[in-house]
């Protein structure tokens, strides 16, 4: 019923930046908890960040605090992921979640009730 679409992914050298986006269909009268979550080979899909729609606190992993922004473009209705100073550590699937209601935590995976088909970035050193 909340169709999430992610895009932006890509490979990219250490150091570099890529934006990813994450279109989602719903009303604007709604609040949702909007988060980007990893899943890199063989390992658990983590929570990277989330925020609010319309505003509110934001939340990031340790691991790409101060390198990693998510944001809101109202008007697009989508969902933003910069990632900076991207290492290859930060390679893996990366998906688009959401839940109705306000973030309360950092972004668990078994919290959302919505995901995005994933779009995978790759970092080379």
């Known amino acids: 019923q909340v169709p999430l679409v992610e895009s932006g992914g890509g490979s990219v050298q250490a150091g570099g930046s890529l934006r990813l986006s994450c279109a989602a269909s719903?009303?604007?009268?709604?609040?949702?908890?909007m988060g980007w979550f990893r899943q890199a080979q063989g390992k658990e899909r983590e929570g990277v960040a989330a925020?609010?729609?319309?505003?509110?606190?934001?939340y990031y992993a340790d691991s790409v605090k101060g390198r990693f922004t998510i944001s809101q473009d109202n008007a697009k209705n989508t969902v933003y992921l910069q990632m900076n100073s991207l290492r290859p550590e930060d390679s893996a699937m990366y998906y688009c979640?959401?839940?109705?209601?306000?973030?309360?935590?950092?972004?668990?995976?078994?919290?959302?009730?919505?995901w995005g088909q994933g779009t995978q970035v790759t970092v080379s050193s």
């Open positions: 979640g959401a839940y109705r209601g306000r973030c309360l935590r950092h972004p668990i995976y078994s919290d959302m009730e919505y």
């Open positions: 719903g009303s604007t009268y709604l609040t949702y908890c």
């Open positions: 925020m609010t729609t319309g505003g509110g606190s934001t």
